[in-house]
C-alpha cells in the first residue's frame, strides 16, 4: 500500500518534470499542443474500444464461446486511452508500451494467470431464436378506485 501511495504521489512530479522539460527544448505552445493531440487520440480510443469491445464479443457470444481474449483485448485498448487521456508525457510512453502487440500479450498474459479462469456452477447455453420470442407480460390485476364509508348495521338508510 505504502508503494502505491509513493508512486501515486510520485508520478504528477515526474510528468510535471517531463512536460518542463520538453517544454524548455521544443517550446510551450508545441508542448501544449501535443498534450491536446493526445488527449484526442486517448478519448477516440476510448470510443473504438468501448463498440470493438462489445461488437466482437456479441459475435463470440453468439457463437456460444466465453469472449474472454477480446475482453482482455478491449481493456487493453481501454487503459492505452486512459493513459493517453492523463496529461504528460510519460503516460503517452506507458499507454504506447501497452499498444504493442508485445507488450499487450504480456500484459494481456500476466492478468490472466491472476485470474481464476473458472466457471460457476452455472451455464448458458444460446439457441438460435432465444432472443426473438414473443413473450407477453403477465397481464396486471384490475385496480378499482373508489371511496366508502362505514354505516352502522342497525340503522339501514343513515346518511
Do not use: C
Not at 27 to 42: E, M, Y
Not at 48 to 76: C, D, H, N, S, Y
Not at 78 to 105: E, M, N, Q, Y
Not at 110 to 131: C, E, K, L, W
Amino acid at each position: 500500500m505504502r508503494k502505491f501511495l509513493f508512486l501515486f504521489l510520485l508520478f504528477p512530479l515526474l510528468e510535471l518534470a517531463v512536460m518542463i522539460k520538453i517544454g524548455s527544448s521544443i517550446g510551450v505552445g508545441w508542448t501544449l499542443i501535443l498534450l491536446v493531440l493526445s488527449t484526442l487520440i486517448g478519448i477516440g480510443m476510448l470510443r473504438v474500444a468501448g463498440f470493438t469491445t462489445l461488437w466482437r464479443a456479441r459475435i463470440r457470444i453468439a457463437m456460444g464461446e466465453v469472449p474472454e481474449k477480446e475482453i482482455m483485448q478491449g481493456l487493453t485498448m481501454a487503459v492505452s486511452g486512459s493513459l493517453f487521456v492523463l496529461p504528460g508525457f510519460i503516460s503517452d510512453v506507458l499507454a504506447l508500451l501497452v499498444l504493442l502487440p508485445i507488450t499487450r500479450k504480456l500484459l494481456i498474459g500476466s492478468v490472466m494467470a491472476r485470474i481464476n479462469v473458472r466457471g460457476g456452477g452455472q451455464t448458458y447455453q444460446h439457441r438460435p431464436g432465444d432472443f426473438h420470442q414473443n413473450h407477453q407480460r403477465p397481464e396486471a390485476p384490475r385496480v378499482i378506485e373508489g371511496e366508502y364509508e362505514r354505516r352502522d348495521d342497525k340503522k339501514p338508510f343513515n346518511h
